[in-house]
């Protein structure tokens, strides 16, 4: 990476196999600081067709490669962000403020999954079936689309990464990756490590823009002939605008969107269990994971235990971390900060809010941080019951029976992922089935991203899955071929 008139580095493009930095830059601003860690280069509508355009003249190709080929490539890819792990934890911890360890975990997490799909690469075939008319044969072949645009969050820059390019990678497609301007040098460090592990030039192009521009670079590319299939993973909000987008453009698209995630914490639950998961479900990465659990929902016959158990938790883990969480920007901040005081004025209850560090008169001074909350007599009219917080922000409601706390999860638009918590495996299967989400989890919390199951929602939480052999089928196209004897 270079620099551009300033002291700071400058994360390039990538297009072509050539990095670029353009005349047009951004500041990245470190939470950490609330100051420019670097600049980054802002790509135009004009730089997006150009990706575009280079990964359609890859294609051919790409295309026909032999899957050990693109195997080893995966593999090597891999091996590089491995032992990189170092300087790429370094960037994600100053783009994003992640808290020590999380980006080791996302790295590790994302490398599993860039091998999980090196190792499918060639179980991808079709299959001969038996048809009706005599004297005539078939096969169903499985071939890749083209060129597949991915536009992907700051949040879990490497394993969104992966996800929104490498599977399209695997299955013989090119790729456009569009990354968040909030973290667009873990982005360029993925596409370096293709690069250097000898991907084609025009396979794999990375795009940042000023948040601005996004818009028309984003439509430019939907609109473009070329691309065949968008993957989006971000909010709701930001997914409805592509999803209409690619209708207009008569585009598929797979939505990975927000989600307002429940833990259902049953009268037989073990208690040390469910407070554990359910706190490391809550504020992981400061509650910025769209798998977060916002919705702690308890029998009423332990709620008192529960709560108790889980203010000595957190007043137990204040003492060891006395600064308050940090979030990634000022509007995050402040979107948090407005549920909550909207919610205490309309008659919540806060059960625990971190308390500030000893000796200091603001916890929140040092870069851009807000307190852990934990809110109960929450009701349904309010925004922090139904709408994303992505924040350490969580709410706990009360149910009297199954029945309820059934109803409870269900209630909202949003359906990715939730958890259970009790010692009846039989009771826990029968509340999984009328749970509506793309996952639940049984005694676990409601984070999870497993290489080897498929992720994703319904309803507003998006729909298609990512991983597994379902997430390479996204792209591929089903071809039917007969002949007569």
């Known amino acids: 990476m270079g620099s551009l008139g300033t002291s700071l580095p400058t994360v390039p493009l990538l297009i072509n196999g050539v990095e670029e930095t353009t005349a047009s830059t951004f500041d990245v601003i470190s939470p950490l600081t609330g100051t420019p860690c670097w600049t980054s280069s802002s790509a135009s509508p004009a730089d997006a067709i150009r990706a575009v355009e280079a990964a359609q003249a890859a294609f051919p190709a790409w295309s026909q490669t032999k899957p050990s080929a693109r195997r080893d490539i995966f593999l090597k ?72 645009l991915g536009i992907a969050p700051w949040n879990a820059p490497y394993v969104f990464a992966i996800r929104a390019a490498a599977t399209a990678l695997a299955t013989g497609n090119t790729t456009i990756l569009k990354s968040s301007e909030l973290s667009p040098r873990c982005y360029w460090a993925v596409g370096q490590a293709f690069t250097d592990a000898g991907l084609p030039a025009g396979c794999l192009n990375i795009i940042h823009t000023r948040r601005e521009d996004a818009p028309a670079v984003v439509n430019a590319m939907i609109e473009h002939p070329a691309v065949r299939k968008v993957n989006f993973t971000g909010s709701t909000a930001v997914g409805r605008k ?116 000893e000796g200091s008169s603001d916890a929140s001074a040092s870069g851009i941080r807000v307190p852990q909350v934990v809110l109960g007599n929450v009701g349904d009219h309010m925004e922090v019951w139904q709408e994303e917080s992505f924040a350490p922000v969580a709410t706990v409601r009360v149910f009297q029976d199954e029945e309820e706390a059934v109803r409870l999860a269900n209630d909202g638009g949003y359906g990715l992922t939730a958890s259970i918590f009790t010692e009846d495996l039989r009771k826990a299967f029968a509340l999984a089935r009328k749970i509506q989400s793309g996952a639940v989890h049984i005694n676990g919390m409601t984070i999870q991203d497993d290489p080897a199951l498929p992720h994703g929602g319904v309803k507003n939480s998006g729909w298609g899955r990512f991983n597994t052999d379902q997430g390479l089928n996204e792209y591929l196209v089903t071809k039917s071929v007969t002949w007569m004897d």
């Open 77 to 148: 890819a891999a091996d590089l962000l491995e032992s990189r792990t170092e300087n790429n934890a370094a960037y994600m911890q100053t783009e994003m403020g992640a808290e020590t360890g999380v980006p080791q975990i996302i790295i590790t997490l994302a490398i599993r999954m860039l091998r999980d799909i090196a190792g499918r690469i060639s179980t991808i075939c079709g299959s001969v079936p038996v048809v009706e008319a005599e004297g005539q044969n078939a096969m169903v072949l499985k071939e890749p689309m083209g060129v597949i």
């Open 242 to 357: 592509v999803a209409a987008a690619c209708g207009q453009n008569l585009k598929p698209c797979v939505m990975e969107l927000g989600g307002k995630n429940s833990s259902i914490v049953c009268a037989d639950a073990n208690l040390d269990r469910a407070v554990q998961q359910v706190l490391a479900g809550a504020f992981m990465n400061s509650g910025q994971i769209c798998m977060c659990t916002d919705r702690i929902l308890v029998h009423s016959s332990i709620a008192t235990k529960f709560t108790n158990a889980l203010k000595s938790a957190l007043e137990a883990k204040s003492k060891g971390t006395p600064e308050w969480p940090t979030i990634v920007n000022t509007a995050a901040k402040e979107r948090a900060e407005s549920q909550v005081s909207d919610a205490v004025a309309a008659g919540a209850e806060v059960i625990y809010s971190t308390p500030k560090a």
